[in-house]
């Protein structure tokens, strides 16, 4: 799945929302999909030859920078992969590297292709939006005043003070 849509628009925040509820579903179950979120804009790196580095010695080394404590991830992250199911939440897929862009592209690809007892979410914003990942996209829209009024009164409820901080944005 890719998560597109403009700046600010909540794509970072829906991927941490989907990582908070599946970490819930681990604590009730053992077997739920067990979140990672990885940031692509650490996805810069190549190898001896000039091509984007593998991805899994991308996730390697950036759960290792970013999870040093939980060396199951980065020390044996193969046999992790095949013992766990793992929701990768992908996010700024626009935020990698534009000179190796498709090549970097296509190599999530593959790598999602090639897993798919696991699930994949990318984010990335409308205007660098490539389709080159086979997978469907959901466009996230920004919210006009009338859902933000509305996600206000249900996030806080009705009351003198809801109204005081609408009162206070418009």
Do not use: W
Not at 61 to 87: A, W
Request: aromatic fraction near 8%; charged fraction near 30%; glycine fraction near 4%.
């Amino acid at each position: 799945l890719v998560l597109k849509g403009e700046p600010g628009t909540g794509k970072t925040l829906t991927i941490r929302k989907i990582a908070i509820r599946a970490i819930d579903e681990c604590l009730k179950d053992p077997h739920a999909y067990l979140p990672i979120i990885v940031n692509l804009n650490q996805y810069r790196y190549s190898n001896k030859n000039g091509e984007p580095e593998e991805v899994l010695d991308f996730l390697r080394r950036s759960l290792r920078q970013v999870h040093p404590e939980i060396k199951f991830l980065h020390e044996d992250l193969e046999s992790t992969l095949e013992r766990r199911h793992i929701v990768f939440l992908m996010d700024g897929l626009n935020e990698m590297p534009p000179i190796d862009y498709t090549q970097r592209t296509r190599k999530l690809d593959e790598f999602s292709k090639q897993r798919r007892r696991h699930k994949f979410v990318f984010s990335c914003r409308t205007l660098h939006y490539d389709p080159l990942l086979e997978a469907k996209a959901l466009t996230i829209m920004p919210l006009d005043d009338g859902r933000i009024k509305s996600f206000v009164q249900n996030y806080i409820g009705e009351n003198t003070t809801t109204q005081e901080i609408l009162d206070q944005l418009y």
